[in-house]
T-cell receptor, first 119, second 112 residues
Framework: GAVVSQHPSWVICKSGTSVKIECRSLDFQATTMFWYRQFPKQSLMLMATSNEGSKATYEQGVEKDKFLINHASLTLSTLTVTSAHPEDSSFYIC???????????????FGSGTRLTVV | GENVEQHPSTLSVQEGDSAVIKCTYSDSASNYFPWYKQELGKRPQLIIDIRSNVGEKKDQRIAVTLNKTAKHFSLHITETQPEDSAVYFCAASKNYGNKLVFGAGTILRVKS
């Protein structure tokens, strides 16, 4: 259990265009999802916390108008990179966590990630 | 906010030896500490986690220890195998369910 599906796995787009990335919890409801960005050979940096039915909470330094987050249902959150530029090229990965179920704790589950290349 | 430091950045061990990776955290309110293994181009996979109400947890060749007073926790891998080679990340959060703050990562190479 506790599977998170992320699409697309990779995308190449032209500079100035927008790209949407989807993150779905397949077998559990996720009121909260997290979006991370990971540059090569670096750690996962939290961009924002996505809250179902309300506005996302962005980390300091992350432009909310550039990285649009929509969490319209309990199983789907989307990240749209608007007006993408080459410096936005990165590995974007989402995460969600099932409710703790006593001793059985699945922990935070990550999507498979999206490799974005802006040319 | 929370800050997690991780050492070493790279670690090379001989197959069969033990590997230890250490992390420190700054926020004494943090109480959930997972460890993730990430292979190149893939998603992080949870390998073990610990909550602040215990000092040690073990799962076969993997163990995690937590010292709340010193605010540090460590990952121990015994009898390392080549397939253990990957990047390992520690993380911390205030309560399970809140955002995770990650360490910088450790590249573990197990030489056969």
């Amino acid at each position: 259990g506790a599977v998170v599906s992320q699409h697309p796995s990779w995308v190449i787009c032209k500079s100035g265009t927008s790209v949407k990335i989807e993150c779905r919890s397949l077998d559990f409801q996720a009121t909260t999802m997290f979006w991370y960005r990971q540059f090569p050979k670096q750690s996962l940096m939290l961009m924002a916390t996505s809250n179902e039915g309300s506005k996302a909470t962005y980390e300091q330094g992350v432009e909310k108008d550039k990285f649009l987050i929509n969490h319209a249902s309990l199983t789907l959150s989307t990240l749209t990179v608007t007006s993408a530029h080459p410096e936005d090229s990165s590995f974007y990965i989402c995460s969600a966590r099932p409710e703790a179920r006593g001793p059985a704790n699945y922990g935070y589950t990550f999507g498979s990630g999206t490799r974005l290349t802006v040319v | 906010g929370e800050n997690v430091e991780q050492h070493p950045s790279t670690l090379s061990v001989q197959e069969g030896d033990s590997a230890v990776i250490k992390c420190t955290y700054s926020d004494s309110a943090s109480n959930y500490f997972p460890w993730y293994k990430q292979e190149l181009g893939k998603r992080p996979q949870l390998i073990i986690d610990i909550r602040s109400n215990v000092g040690e947890k073990k799962d076969q060749r993997i163990a995690v220890t937590l010292n709340k007073t010193a605010k540090h926790f460590s990952l121990h891998i015994t009898e390392t195998q080549p397939e253990d080679s990957a990047v390992y990340f520690c993380a911390a959060s205030k309560n399970y369910g809140n955002k995770l703050v990650f360490g910088a990562g450790t590249i573990l190479r197990v030489k056969s």
